[in-house]
């Protein structure tokens, strides 16, 4: 039994190293492709986020990819990043996030979505804090406006949602319901792309990450830049 343990100990290690490699990797992807989201949606001109909108957040979580998919029984995942202002005004690093949901009804085959959340109010981040919220049951989503003279595309009780949500298909603006998808803090790839662990109210509100990778410092320097 001793030269049996002795055998897959090695195999054991190996494994779980390849693993946190797969999640670095993975991690890694997630801003970088992130980075690109912001990018797209941004440049598109009078169908892009207001950025009046960016630069009162108190969040911004960007997907790249939510996959939706089902028949009669629908579901969606997806993994992205959050980040918040932080008290000094400043942006914090990036910390990972993790969403899910169900649905019934007619549905039929899948698609990517990509997808940007605008956290709108100080419930919305407090959310996250809390490690997770359902959008639509603890927090009110609303389809955000678009272009220059948003204000006028808002009703009165979107005006006051606690979420924006903006999505893109196939390099086109799409429409996508996000009540009842669940957001919470992915601890795993925070941790592999940090090297340490982190939980969420350390790097959203106290700003503890230093040194951070050179993808999530370009993707700070691309949202101040659309914010200023």
């Known amino acids: 039994m001793k030269k049996i343990c002795i055998f897959l100990l090695p195999l054991l290690i190996f494994a779980v190293s390849v693993c946190r490699a797969d999640n ?7 801003v970088s492709a992130a980075h690109t989201v912001l990018n797209d949606m941004m440049r598109a001109s009078d169908n892009s986020i207001p950025r009046g909108l960016l630069k009162s957040a ?16 629908g579901g969606s995942y997806g993994r ?55 959008m639509g049951s603890n927090l009110s989503a609303a389809a955000g406006p678009y272009g220059r003279h948003s204000e006028v595309s808002l009703s009165a009780a979107d005006a006051n949602a606690d979420i924006y949500s903006y999505s893109r298909s196939s390099g086109l603006s799409a429409s996508v319901a996000v009540d009842g998808t669940h957001l919470s803090f992915d601890e795993e790839l925070t941790q592999a792309y940090y ?3 982190y939980n969420a109210h350390q790097i959203l509100v106290e700003g503890k990450v230093e040194n951070m990778p050179a993808g999530a410092v370009q993707l700070l320097q691309a949202i101040e830049k659309y914010v200023k």
Do not use: W
């Open 58 to 73: 108190h969040a911004i979580i960007i997907v790249p990819s939510m996959y939706k998919a089902g028949f009669i029984l």
């Open 80 to 134: 992205g990043v959050i980040i918040s202002r932080l008290p000094d005004g400043k942006l914090s690093a990036p910390a990972f996030v993790t969403l899910g949901g169900a649905s019934l009804g007619l549905q039929l085959g899948g698609q990517s979505i990509k997808l940007v959340l605008v956290v709108n109010t100080v419930k919305g981040l407090q959310g996250i804090l809390n490690n997770s919220f359902t």
């Open 195 to 197: 090297g340490k662990t």
């Open 24 to 30: 670095k990797g993975d991690a890694m992807n997630t």
